[in-house]
C-alpha cells in the first residue's frame, strides 16, 4: 500500500541551526501539509501546499518556516533558526483531494514522523 | 479562527467497558475526520463523517456527526487492549482541507 515517508526518523540539531524535514507524499497525491506534535500534546497544523505555492498557514508558521517541493518527488519543511521550543514530532501527510467538492476523497494520509530535538 | 474542543483528555477503563469521546467545533465541519495514534506512532485515519446527522459503524466503534455539523462523538463497545491509543478528531471547515485536531482523548484499557 502507497504510503507517505519521512526522513531522518529523529534529527538533533543545536539551536540556531537550519534543519530541513524531508518527505515523500503519496505518488498521485496533490495535497501536502505539515504538522507538529509536541510530546504528549495535539497535532497542531502549520502549513498546506498545492500547485507549487502554500494554500493556508497557520500562526505557528511564521518566518523562520518555509516549504518547498522541490522536485516531483520530495516536499520540505526548513526551519531557518531553530528554537529550543522547536522540539517536536513533525508529520508531513498528503491527500488526493483539497476541495470541498471532492470532499469524500480528501482524507490526508500521515508519514511516521520526524522527531526533531533541538539542544 | 477555528477551534476544536475533544473532550475527556485521558479516559481509563477496564477491558470490556464502553468509551466514548466528544468534539465539538466552534464553528460549522464541511467534514469531521477520526484518527488513531498508537503510542510513539502517527495519526491512522479511520473514518470521515460528511453529512448531517450521520452515524458510521466499524465493528466496535461507531461515530456520529451532529445535526449542526458542529460536533461528533466515537463510541467504542466493549473495550480490548488493542484499543489503547489516542483518538483525535480533526475538523475541516471551508473549500480548503485545512484540518485542525482536537486534543485528543487518550484511551488506557486495564486486562
Known amino acids: 500500500e502507497p504510503e507517505v515517508t519521512q526522513t531522518p526518523s529523529h534529527q538533533v540539531t543545536q539551536m540556531g541551526q537550519e534543519v530541513i524535514l524531508r518527505c515523500v507524499p503519496i505518488s498521485n497525491h496533490l495535497y501536502f501539509y505539515w504538522y507538529r506534535q509536541i510530546l504528549g500534546q495535539k497535532v497542531e497544523f502549520l502549513v498546506s501546499f498545492y500547485n507549487n505555492e502554500i494554500s493556508e498557514k497557520s500562526e505557528i508558521f511564521d518566518d523562520q518556516f518555509s516549504v518547498e517541493r522541490p522536485d516531483g518527488s520530495n516536499f520540505t519543511l526548513k526551519i531557518r533558526s531553530t528554537k529550543l521550543e522547536d522540539s517536536a514530532m513533525y508529520f508531513c501527510?498528503?491527500?488526493?483531494f483539497g476541495t470541498g467538492e471532492k470532499v469524500a476523497k480528501n482524507i490526508q494520509y500521515f508519514g511516521a514522523g520526524t522527531r526533531l530535538s533541538v539542544l | 479562527g477555528q477551534q476544536v474542543m475533544q473532550i475527556p483528555q485521558y479516559q481509563h477503563v477496564q477491558e470490556g467497558e464502553d468509551f466514548t469521546t466528544y468534539c465539538n467545533s466552534s464553528?460549522?465541519?464541511?467534514?469531521i475526520q477520526w484518527y488513531k495514534q498508537r503510542p510513539g506512532g502517527h495519526p491512522v485515519f479511520l473514518i470521515q463523517?460528511?453529512?448531517?446527522?450521520e452515524v458510521k459503524k466499524q465493528k466496535r466503534l461507531t461515530f456520529q456527526f451532529g445535526e449542526a455539523k458542529k460536533n461528533s462523538s466515537l463510541h467504542i463497545t466493549a473495550t480490548q487492549t488493542t484499543d489503547v491509543g489516542t483518538y483525535f478528531c480533526a475538523g475541516v471547515t471551508g473549500n480548503n482541507n485545512d484540518m485542525r485536531f482536537g486534543a485528543g482523548t487518550r484511551l488506557t484499557v486495564k486486562p
Open positions: 463523517l460528511v453529512k448531517s446527522g
Open positions: 464553528t460549522t465541519l464541511s467534514n
Open positions: 501527510a498528503s491527500s488526493i
